[in-house]
């Protein structure tokens, strides 16, 4: 067979795909997708999943599902609804630009973007909330607030506090501080705190937590170290043993994206001078979309609005 194929010059997975092709006719493209169009102007409320099934039963079609539903995306249409999305104008008025997007690894100096989250847990019988603040670049944790207070934002202020206090001092570029569009993150009075020092806001978009990697990708870690490593669930002091693991994780806790060194020496490394900036992040181009999609659209080019 491998020398029948070399002969053909075809490959043997061709082959096979071929062999298994259905030996129906090819479709009538043309006409399913008037077809598609006739069904979905007759029966607008349902999507192409209940198209598929009745054209299927009423034309004999034979064409997969997904064959329906890119003819939908070919014919730019949808099942529609009479409950109409409505905008969320204080969310608008207070949501901030996002900085960032997928250009977190051209981040070159400390202190230069810094991301924070909350996230809950249960110790025995008592829950509690933890918000961390990070530096991204050398993935120190800058500040922290704990309480077993349900959604008591003094935690979000306290470790607020925190990380002022290291950025004192700075000059030069502003702080981009990047957070989610939690309720605190964007409420005003936390934003007074914060707004005459040398820091720009930015936020994630609405529903999409790849927009801030480095703060998913570290609380994940933490959380598995601080219950496997530390024994968080069992401790008798949460906020001490918290404490201790935060010392821990900053001097003595070697990291895989810092090389396997720490995070507080690598900062001392950069303060020194034996880690230098590249102006990688000044140079920063911002786009949304996703760089596994314009890596499968074939290098789209980059927007021209340099930031």
């Not at 997975?13 to 007759?42: C, F, M, N």
């Not at 720490?262 to 102006?279: C, L, M, Q, V, W």
Request: glycine share 6%; net charge positive.
């Amino acid at each position: 067979m491998v020398t029948l194929c070399e002969l053909a010059g075809v490959s043997r997975s061709g082959y096979y795909k071929w062999r298994g092709r259905s030996k129906e006719p090819p479709h009538d493209r043309k006409a399913i997708l008037d077809l598609v169009l006739q069904t979905h102007k007759a029966h607008p409320s349902h999507g192409y999943r209940w198209i598929h099934a009745y054209l299927s039963t009423h034309n004999g079609i034979t064409v997969s599902a997904d064959y329906i539903r890119r003819a939908f995306l070919y014919l730019n249409i949808e099942s529609k609804t009479k409950h109409k999305a409505r905008a969320n104008k204080r969310a608008a008025r207070e949501a901030y630009p996002n900085l960032i997007f997928s250009t977190w690894e051209t981040v070159d100096k400390p202190r230069q973007v810094i991301v924070s989250d909350m996230f809950a847990f249960w110790t025995r019988m008592s829950f509690w909330e933890l918000t961390l603040y990070f530096d991204v670049f050398t993935k120190q944790i800058l500040g922290r607030g704990i309480t077993r207070r349900r959604g008591w934002p003094g935690i979000y202020y306290d470790g607020l506090d925190q990380t002022i206090k290291k950025l004192d001092g700075l000059d030069g570029e502003p702080v981009v501080f990047h957070t989610d569009r939690g309720s605190v993150y964007t409420s005003k009075a936390y934003n007074e705190i914060i707004k005459d020092r040398n820091i720009v806001r930015s936020c994630s978009r609405a529903g999409k937590p790849t927009d801030n990697p480095v703060n998913e990708s570290l609380n994940g870690w933490i959380k598995e170290e601080l219950f496997l490593d530390f024994r968080l669930y069992d401790a008798d002091d949460v906020v001490a043993t918290i404490d201790a693991y935060i010392n821990f994780y900053n001097a003595e806790r070697p990291s895989y994206s810092l090389g396997y060194d720490t995070p507080d020496n690598y900062f001392r490394r950069f303060a020194s001078g034996e880690i230098g900036p590249k102006d990688t992040f000044r140079q920063r181009v911002l786009d949304e979309t996703p760089k596994y999609v314009r890596k499968k659209l074939g290098g789209t080019p980059e927007p021209e609005n340099e930031i």
